[in-house]
């Protein structure tokens, strides 16, 4: 074992890192946007909306992620659209995380008493308001743990996209172990650089929830 | 001149799918009234109430307030209800703001009062509920009691002209029970319009200018809580009062 060509890769590994950052940042952010949109869906008064923000979720966090981002890169340039592989991944995690967002924000509103809305509602506050003032900010505090939860999963299932010969970590260190054949310590330096990602967000998620438990 | 009249059922129903709750309801409340509202438990009594602030929508009849009907469209919905505090059996207080801002959060958004004289006024309503040294501590920090009388200071604060209270309180410990009724039965004294569903028969004989029986639905019963309580007409009402008297 030639643990020397850790050292030598180092700078591939830390491109590779970065690749993993965007992917999952750019994910992390359109599966956020996805989720709020989605959890209005499935909390609001039309009874159609609250179904198709159902079908929503149960779709797509019960097709395993490989198999949707396989979809993107594999089976839609036959039927005409050719998308990078960047841009698979990031679709793919981004739109799957979405369903797990939507879900953490749905229950976290779930979990707030409706006696709190009715409050504001009963001191004239019109139902927005109510909302924005009273109900969110207890649902995002509820919301935290899962929220917290779903990213640190983002980020590791970000690895998938070495499937489609994205060169994040996973791609880059399998890349360089089948060039060197020295896949130990090319993989230990793989998951050093996951650690290096998950294990402050990780940190920072429970700052946030002790932070806002009240 | 406020109106003579507060409050204003005529017709009502309500169902709840196929549960008729609320049955040929006609009621009239007058300015200033206080009003007990008693019942066993499912008879309606919760829903009459939430119908005043419109929490509950009616089906068939009209529900009016300060000479507003209420409708069931937003803006003035919310007009109304500005008019109409309510004090929940559950408190209901902001766990996330401390008592001072639960106070002032709805004058300050709602009324657009600015935020100094929107203290100095929650300030003086925590010095009337009894609890000035309790402005920055959060509802969790409080007792029971504590915390209904911040809950009855936050519905002050954006001065009613109707006060609603649903069993207020039903959710606390014996010895908690005096320090609410006493600050309710001072605002008795104030000429606002209450309307109190509560199982608490000294402040419905002290402070009640009438009481209300329901049951199944239906206003089985109303009169001076001195008539009510020494003889009422309704047998329900006997078997109710019986029943609650005798513990
Ligand atoms: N949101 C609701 N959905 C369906 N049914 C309801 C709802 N709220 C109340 N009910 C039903 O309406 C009837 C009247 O309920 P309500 O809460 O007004 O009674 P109550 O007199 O306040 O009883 P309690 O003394 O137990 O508080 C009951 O049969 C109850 O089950
Ligand atoms: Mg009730």
């Known amino acids: ?214 | 001149m406020p109106p003579p009249v507060a409050i204003a059922f005529s017709g009502v129903q309500k169902w709840f799918g196929t549960n008729h709750v609320l049955v040929d309801i006609d009621l009239t409340i007058a300015t200033g009234e206080v009003v007990v509202v008693i019942g066993p438990s499912g008879s309606g009594k919760s829903t009459l109430i939430r119908c005043i602030n419109g929490l509950e929508a009616v089906q068939q009849g009209t529900v009016v307030v300060g000479g507003k009907r209420l409708t069931a469209t937003g803006g003035e919905l919310a007009a109304i209800r500005r008019e109409v505090g309510m004090v929940f059996q559950a408190f209901h207080l902001y766990p996330h703001k401390t008592v001072l801002e639960n106070i002032t959060l709805a004058p300050i958004t709602v009324k657009r009062v600015l935020r100094d004289q929107a203290e100095r006024e929650a300030r003086a309503l925590l010095e009337r509920v009894d609890l000035p040294e309790k402005a920055d501590a959060y509802p969790a920090q409080l007792s029971g009691g504590q915390q209904q009388r911040v809950a009855i200071a936050r519905a002050l604060a954006m001065q009613p002209k109707v006060l609603l209270f649903d069993e207020p309180t039903s959710a606390l410990d014996p010895e908690m029970i005096a320090e609410v009724l006493d600050v309710m039965k001072a605002l008795a004294h104030t000429g606002i319009t209450m309307v109190v569903v509560t199982h608490e028969m000294g402040f419905a004989r002290e402070v009640g200018d009438r009481v209300i029986f329901m049951d199944a639905g239906r206003i089985v019963e109303q009169a001076t809580p001195q008539q009510f309580f020494s003889a009422p007409g309704n047998p329900r009402a006997q078997l109710f009062l019986s029943k609650i008297l005798a513990h």
């Open chain 1, 1 to 214: 074992m030639d643990w020397s060509v850790l050292g030598e890769n180092a700078g591939a590994l830390a491109q590779g890192l970065l690749i993993t950052l965007e992917v999952s940042a750019l994910a992390l952010l359109l599966a956020l946007v996805l989720g709020v949109i989605v959890a209005t869906l499935r909390v609001a008064p039309s009874p159609v909306l609250r179904r198709i923000g159902t079908a929503y979720v149960e779709f797509l966090r019960n097709i395993p992620l490989l198999v949707q981002l396989f979809f993107l890169f594999f089976a839609l340039p036959s039927i005409g659209i050719r998308l990078d592989a960047f841009v698979c991944g990031v679709l793919a995690l981004g739109v799957y995380t979405s369903a797990f967002v939507a879900e953490a924000i749905r229950s976290g509103i779930a979990a707030v008493p409706t006696g709190q809305l009715e409050a504001g509602l009963s001191s004239g506050m019109g139902y927005a308001t109510a909302m924005r003032l009273i109900v969110l900010p207890q649902a995002i505090a509820k919301t935290i743990p899962p929220l917290g939860n779903t990213t640190l999963n983002l980020i590791k299932n970000s690895s998938l996209v070495s499937t489609v010969s994205v060169l994040d970590i996973l791609g880059t260190a399998n890349l360089l172990g089948a060039r060197s054949f020295q896949y130990v310590p090319m993989f230990v330096g793989a998951a050093i650089c996951y650690l290096i990602l998950t294990l402050p967000t990780a940190f920072a998620v429970n700052r946030l929830e002790k932070r806002y438990a009240r």
